[in-house]
């Protein structure tokens, strides 16, 4: 089974606006909604984005998502030190009987 | 407050079994679906099973069809995930994990495959 892909690292200085891209396929991410999510060093994931571009209560409006086609983004504006961590994209894969697909993750740092 | 709590993990040896449990709180359980997701050490993210609220369908990654099985009791509020045929590329952190696009997480058991 496949995985989406997202580039392996990311990084700016605070204040900066950080863009993750997430590619996928027509079965994936073009048919289905993208969700977003963030780990902390030796923490669990958090839902930082669901159906393509919501935000859960609680998540700062800094982060958006967007998705467009077969590909899919997360951006993070007025970057903050908190914000180092692992980000990944995620998609039910219409093909594959029942899939649910992560991206291969984004090691986000804050220089 | 959602709560997922994971417990039974531990270390095995190859070829053994393991039973995985997650008491979820804090929600109506029987009307959520549910996943498990494990992930390797330094490892990415990966997709184990999903299994619906009534327990039909349930759908599993290629690299356990066959091996594990995933189960749930409604009236315990509890998942469960019964893991055969251990091989060492199954060790990993796994993480019991809510609703079709999952928004929320247990802390995570770590299961060690080894000799």
């Known amino acids: 089974q496949s995985m989406l892909t997202q580039p392996p690292s990311a990084s700016g200085t605070p204040g900066q606006r950080v863009t993750i891209s997430c590619s996928g396929s027509s079965s994936n991410i073009e048919s289905n909604n993208v969700y977003w999510y963030q780990q902390l060093p030796e923490t669990a994931p958090k839902l930082l984005i669901y159906r393509n571009n919501q935000r859960p209560s609680g998540v700062p409006d800094r982060f958006s998502g967007s998705k467009s086609g077969t590909s899919a983004s997360l951006a993070i504006s007025g970057l903050r030190s908190e914000d180092e961590a692992d980000y990944y994209c995620a998609a039910w894969d219409a093909s594959l009987s029942g899939v649910y697909l992560f991206g291969t993750g984004t090691k986000v740092t804050v220089l | 407050e959602v709560q997922l709590v994971e417990s039974g993990g531990g270390l095995v040896q190859p070829g053994g079994s393991l039973r995985l449990s997650c008491t979820a709180s804090?929600?109506?359980?029987?009307?959520?679906?549910m996943n498990w997701v494990r992930q390797a050490p330094g490892k990415g993210l990966e997709w184990v099973s999903y299994i619906s609220s009534s327990s039909t369908p349930t759908y599993y990654a290629d690299s356990v069809k066959g091996r594990f099985t995933i189960s749930r009791d409604n009236a315990k509020n509890s998942l469960y995930l019964q893991m055969n045929s251990l091989r060492a590329e199954d060790t990993a952190v796994y993480y019991c994990?809510?609703?079709?696009?999952?928004?929320?997480w247990g802390q995570g058991t770590l299961v060690t495959v080894s000799s």
């Open positions: 994990a809510r609703d079709v696009g999952i928004d929320y």
């Open positions: 804090g929600f109506s359980f029987s009307l959520y679906s």
